[in-house]
């Protein structure tokens, strides 16, 4: 729908899947990614979660759209209010993204690493810094053994924060702390979570 032409981060999980591997593809890019949810709504040896601005284009990724199928379950979206800070992703990672992939059995993380979720890209209203990336990232990489671990460049579209953010992001795969700026806390974002976590409690049961 206008930012892509191949999906890398879906062609490399359908791959994978193909070989018998189970797979979590986790995306904070800023746009939810409409694409990958789609190719996998369906299954469950894809999970597929996604932080994203609420109401941003394309519009999709609800609370509610959370699979179907044998795909019930194995989609997680966390619409995100404006401003919402790095430290309600990292807490969401612990206490519902973790237990997710531990109870999906997934063997293979890809991260798709989309920057514009930070605080001075000129296309969105997220609240995050290139600290809160490295360490948003050192979270998601404890999730599966290493060597096991991809993640794919999406968007990002202030240069400089998409410089910093990609280094910082590098950095944390490979051991190395690089903050260029400091990660946030506070602000929004806990409320929005805590709605998902109520919703899928008392649907997904
Ligand atoms: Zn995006």
């Known amino acids: 729908m206008g930012f892509c032409i191949y999906n890398n981060a879906a062609i490399a999980a359908a791959s994978l899947a193909a070989a018998g591997e189970r797979v979590a593809i986790v995306d904070f890019d800023a746009h939810h990614g409409n694409g990958t949810s789609d190719a996998f709504y369906e299954r ?6 996604s932080w994203h601005q609420n ?3 394309p519009g999709t990724g609800r609370v509610d759209e959370w699979g179907s199928g044998d795909g019930l379950g194995w989609t997680l979206n966390m619409p995100m209010p404006e401003g919402a800070t790095g430290e309600h992703y990292r807490r969401s990672i ?3 993204v973790a237990p997710l992939v531990e109870s999906h059995g997934s063997t293979w993380l890809i991260i798709s690493a989309g920057f514009d979720g930070h605080r001075k890209d000129p296309l969105t209203d997220l609240g995050l810094t290139s600290g809160d990336f490295a360490d948003i990232t050192a979270d998601l990489i404890q999730l599966v053994e290493p060597g096991h ?4 460049l999406e968007g990002g579209y202030d240069l400089e924060a998409l410089a910093e953010s990609t280094a910082a992001t590098v950095g944390a795969i490979v051991g190395e702390k690089i903050h260029p700026e400091v990660p946030t806390h506070g602000g929004p974002g806990e409320d929005a979570l805590a709605v998902v976590d109520i919703l899928r409690s008392r649907f997904l049961t």
Not at 44 to 49: F, K, P, S
Not at 149 to 152: P, Y
Request: proline content about 0%; overall charge negative; hydrophobic content about 50%.
């Open 44 to 49: 469950d040896d894809v999970l597929y979660v």
């Open 55 to 57: 109401h941003l284009f």
């Open 94 to 96: 612990e206490e519902t």
């Open 149 to 152: 671990r991809l993640a794919f």
